[in-house]
């Protein structure tokens, strides 16, 4: 088989020159399509025979429009000084920064130089490889970098700021700007203890360096699972117990999604749904199982949010939807970890608990690790792992889970014992009547931890909204509003702005706007869309600041808010 052409993603990119093997070749821009960019047809000045190797150079420039980067000038920085840039690749992003093949079913290496002012640091989803001053520059240096694994183009990621490190364990550096540095160094102190657990669970960490990045507050996403370099938001930094979550999930990722990949985005539970699963198990370890169980049962209350935002009869609510013609950014939500998740916990109850089903995920990341996966592979080795137990998952309403819409064909069994505090108290205020709101106080929270309290919002948000008597004895006795907690006083606010709470206005557009965390960000401007009296000031307040947005996060709340623009 002879090839004389190969393709590339791009999109919003200037190519300026291509050459093979140092020959000049032909290339043009094909057609264009609405989010998936422009290929590159670059015609070989030689036929290519199969196993042959060539060397490709594309000489490229970005645009201030590419959907992967973010620049943020000096008074959106920590420090005032310098300007900052950060990258978010997943999903279908990294073509806006380099020509590649933009896609999770091929994987590579990379060495990479990266020139930049010498006040600056560079960093990149690999291992350091240290840096020289640039020769063409004495005002520049330029950083080197080695990824020795194989990675989809999605992970690849680049920081560039007024950077410090501190060396918190033998394998983990936490990089900040340095204002943040101290609060950072406290937060992540338990990462050594949570790799080794996660060792303990899934088999050797591969990478050899996990560091970790907090990035300023309009990075999208908790936390991005980059090799070598996990980005995470500053949101975790609130003395928010959630951060043990979000490190827990980005650990675990350095074996389900980085290591073995979900072939294309369809299958993207295989990541996320194996990921959240050994993120609870790293949890149960560190905290008890009552911890896991309480957190499966929130999540599955986190699906049913989902299913409701979409609709229970929307495909993107199936496990593995048909995302032809579907831009992945639109199509993401809980489904995929949460419904991914309750389908291997309900497997782990069918096939014989914890220890036997965690037997069949380090045998599956064995088998898989390096390559890429469908949910067919998945099945098929699921089946040859349990052959003994075929009757057991002949039984599993297998189009149910993953073909369906809505919540799942079943609910798996949970341990309410930390739970029950919180349906209680939740159910004593739905059935509160104006006579009874005497009857609460700040002790009803006392016993109850920040994730119970967590759950116990959770739970009401899926009820009827309060009236506002109600939430305004709620404020008036656990002072909700005071609490730094992002996953507490996010749920909150959603409550209050339920309620039709006028007071709440300020405080949720407040959280809109001072992070990007599209988890809170989303939610909460819908609320405040859907509440008559904050429609206009939310449509306002995202106007005066989408300039300051993540591209993604501006294109996703002004779909949210019913803007064409």
Known sequence: MVQSQLTFDTKDLTIKEVSVNGQTAKFQLGASHRFKGTPLEITLPFPLARGQEVIVQISSETSPKSSALQWLNPEQTAGKTHPYLFSQCQATHCRTIIPCQDTPSVKFTYYSQVSVPKELVALMSALRDGHIPDPEDCSRKIYRFKQNVPIPSYLIALVVGALEG?????????WTEKEFLDASAYEFAETETMLQKAEDLAGPYV???????????????????????????????????????????????????????NRTWEHFWLNEGHTVYLERRIDGLLHGENLRQLLALGGWKELQNSVNTFGASNVLTNLVPNLHE??????????????????????????????????????????????????????????SYFKDKTDILDKVDWKGWMHTPGMPPVQPKYDMTLANACTALANKWIEAKESDLSSFSSEDLKDLSSYQRTEFLTQLLLHEPLPVSHVKRMQEVYI??????????????????????????????????????????????????????????????????RSSMHPVTEMLVAKDLHLSS
């Open 480 to 545: 909700f509003n005071d609490v730094k907690n992002s996953e507490i006083r996010f749920r909150w606010l959603r409550l209050c702005l339920r309620a039709k709470w006028e007071e709440a206005i300020p405080l949720a557009l407040k959280m809109s706007t001072e992070q990007g965390r599209m988890k809170f960000t989303r939610p909460l401007y819908r609320d405040l869309y859907n509440f008559d009296k904050a429609r206009d000031e939310a449509i306002s307040t995202f106007k005066k600041n």
């Open 166 to 174: 501190r060396k918190i364990g033998p394998r983990t550096t936490v």
């Open 207 to 261: 990478w050899e360096q996990y560091d970790l990045l907090v990035l300023p507050p309009s990075f999208p996403y908790g936390g991005m699972e980059n090799p070598c370099l996990t980005f995470a938001t500053p949101t975790v930094l609130a003395g928010d117990r959630s951060l043990a979550g979000v490190i827990a999930h980005e650990i675990s990722h350095s074996w389900t999604g980085n290591l073995v990949t």
């Open 326 to 383: 579907v831009d992945v950014d639109e199509a993401f939500s809980s489904v995929p970890y949460e419904k991914g998740f309750a389908l291997l916990y309900h497997l782990e109850q069918l096939l014989g608990g914890p220890d036997v089903f965690l037997g069949f995920l380090k045998a599956y990341i064995q088998r898989f690790a390096y390559k890429t996966v469908t949910t067919d592979d998945w099945k098929a080795f699921l089946y």
